[in-house]
C-alpha cells in the first residue's frame, strides 16, 4: 500500500544546531508540504512544493528550508534549531489536481534544548 | 483576518449515540472543505470531503453538512463508537492550500 513515512520519529538537538526531517511518500504524488502542530495554534504550513525543483514558502517558514530534487522526497531543514522550533511536525502529500484530501505521515516530534 | 473555528473545544458522547462536530468558517471564497480524525500520536486521518457546489455529503456511518449561507460546516457521525475517540479537525481550501481550525476533541463514554 501507498503511505508516508517520516523520520525520525523522535528527536532532540541543541540550540544553533542544523537538523534535518525526512519525508518519503509513495503516492507518487506531485504536492508535498509540511506543517508543524502546536497547542493552541493547530496546524501551521511551513513549506510546500508542487513539483521537482518547486517549492513554496508558508505561513511560518522563517527559520526552515526545503529540497524537492524528486517525486518521492521533501526533507525539511532547521538550518539553526531554535527553542520556539519544538514542535510535532507532519508531513503531507496530495494528487496535483486542485483540491484534492492530504495523506499525512505520523510525524515527527521535536524538541529542542 | 480570514479564520477557521471550531464551536466546541470537547465533546462527550456517550457510546451509541450520534455526535456533532461544528465548524465556522469565514472566507466565503473558499471552495472545498475536508474533516479530518486525529488519533494521540498520529497524523491526521482524512474522512471526508465536501466541495461548495453541495450541501450534503455522506460516508460510513459520517455525514458532512455544508451551509454557505452562514459560511458553517458540521461532521455527524451515527451511532459513535469508543474508537471515534481523537480530535477532529475541519479545514477549508484556500486558493488550492488548507487553512486548519483548533480542533475537537471527541470523548467516547461507554
Known amino acids: 500500500d501507498a503511505e508516508i513515512t517520516q523520520s525520525p520519529r523522535h528527536k532532540i538537538t541543541e540550540t544553533g544546531r542544523q537538523v534535518t526531517l525526512a519525508c518519503h511518500q509513495t503516492w507518487n504524488h506531485n504536492n508535498m508540504f509540511w506543517y508543524r502542530q502546536d497547542l493552541g495554534h493547530g496546524l501551521r504550513l511551513i513549506h510546500y512544493?508542487?513539483?521537482?525543483?518547486?517549492?513554496n514558502k508558508g505561513e511560518v517558514s522563517d527559520g526552515y528550508s526545503v529540497s524537492r530534487s524528486n517525486t518521492e522526497d521533501l526533507p525539511l531543514t532547521l538550518e539553526s534549531a531554535a527553542s520556539s522550533q519544538t514542535s510535532v511536525y507532519f508531513c503531507a502529500s496530495s494528487l496535483s489536481s486542485y483540491n484534492s484530501p492530504l495523506h499525512f505521515g505520523n510525524g515527527t516530534r521535536l524538541t529542542v534544548t | 483576518g480570514e479564520s477557521v473555528g471550531l464551536h466546541l473545544p470537547t465533546l462527550s458522547v456517550q457510546e451509541g449515540d450520534n455526535s456533532i462536530i461544528n465548524c465556522a468558517y469565514s472566507n466565503s471564497a473558499s471552495d472545498y472543505f475536508i474533516w479530518y480524525k486525529q488519533e494521540s500520536g498520529k497524523g491526521p486521518q482524512f474522512i471526508i470531503d465536501i466541495r461548495s457546489n453541495m450541501d450534503k455529503r455522506q460516508g460510513q456511518r459520517v455525514t458532512v453538512l455544508l451551509n454557505k449561507t452562514v459560511k458553517h460546516l458540521s461532521l455527524q457521525i451515527a451511532a459513535t463508537q469508543p474508537g471515534d475517540s481523537a480530535v477532529y479537525f475541519c479545514a477549508e481550501s484556500q486558493g488550492g492550500k488548507l487553512i486548519f481550525g483548533q480542533g475537537t476533541e471527541l470523548s467516547v463514554k461507554p
Open positions: 512544493s508542487y513539483g521537482v525543483q518547486d517549492t
